[in-house]
């Protein structure tokens, strides 16, 4: 680990970077904060596996650890950023967070800031200490959902088509059926399929017809099933396999479920290949400078 540098101010920064070899140390102390250090614990293990992502990692201290913050910013690596900064934060002390939120100089709070996917019970610290010289906006909210149940994870293939993981070749249809998808981010796709667990299900003629991706955040997402080949299954058939992949690997198989009017969609089909509601909600939360705004 880092020594602290000074900031900005000339004191002491509150945070201390953390080095790609100290990754796995701080996975496995966040795996017993689990499920709320998930998100983080995702970013941690896909920068292991992929350093090109380029996230900065800092904590408040080894010795006394609650607050692990996690950076993207713009235009480095393949990770796209819909802010000038992108954050995600695990913290078991509010004061402390408050305390890093109002001081460090690595959070720049002059340009767009995205919190993706931190603790709901975070927010109140986040309304209290966000700059008055912005608009901090609540986009959506999502829960947490857990996998307890491999008894529901043997769904047979159909026949007429195969499991295979998918290939750089497929990033384009997944861009284009992911409803946060820009054409700007197809690299992030790209790297996503190249470096983390993936599942496709294909016909026997080759054509892809349905797909779930472990995120750069490490839970699944991105899952779809192409219009024709709807109400036959083929998302449990994704799901299912993905998470025996994350099982095998010794991940943690999770997802999150945005609140919106199809909800119940997935939740149903979570709970059929055996995953269950947590009582974790994650916010995702942006903060603007006055005159700027972050293109959702």
């Not at 993207?72 to 967070?97: A, F, M, Q, V």
């Not at 947490?144 to 026949?159: M, V």
């Not at 796709?189 to 016909?203: A, K, M, V, Y």
């Amino acid at each position: 680990m880092s020594a602290p540098t000074l900031s900005q101010h000339g004191g002491l920064e509150v945070l201390v970077p953390v080095s790609a070899s100290d990754y796995p140390k701080l996975v496995k102390h966040l795996r017993t904060q689990q499920p709320h250090s998930l998100k983080v614990i995702g970013h941690l293990t896909s920068n292991v596996k992929s350093p090109d992502w380029k996230t900065e990692v800092y904590v408040d201290s080894w010795s006394h650890l609650s607050v692990v913050i996690c950076l993207n910013r713009k235009h480095i690596g393949p990770y796209i950023t819909l802010s000038d900064t992108d954050i995600y934060l695990h913290s078991t002390c509010s004061e402390k967070l408050k305390e890093i939120l109002l001081n460090s100089t690595v959070i720049d709070w002059g340009n767009t800031v995205f919190f993706d996917g931190i603790d709901d019970a975070l927010l109140p610290d986040l309304q209290e200490i966000a700059p008055q010289s912005g608009k901090l906006k609540l986009e959506f909210c999502a829960n947490i959902h857990l996998h307890t149940n491999t008894d529901r994870l043997n769904w047979a293939t159909p026949n007429g088509t195969l499991l295979s993981p998918l290939t750089v070749a497929e990033a384009r249809i997944v861009l284009k059926n992911w409803k946060f998808g820009r054409d700007w981010m197809l690299s992030e796709i790209e790297h996503i399929i190249q470096t983390n667990l993936t599942s496709g299900l294909f016909t026997n003629e080759g054509e892809l017809v349905a797909w779930a991706l472990e995120g750069f955040y490490g839970g699944i997402g991105f899952v779809h099933t192409l219009e024709n080949h709807r109400r036959k299954g083929y998302a449990k058939i994704v799901v299912a396999d993905l998470t025996k992949k994350m099982l095998t690997a010794g991940q943690t198989p999770w997802a999150h479920v945005e609140d919106h009017s199809e909800k119940g969609v997935s939740e149903r089909l979570l709970e059929s290949v055996g995953f269950l509601k947590s009582d974790v909600r994650q916010a995702f939360i942006g903060f603007a400078p006055h005159g700027k705004e972050i293109i959702w």
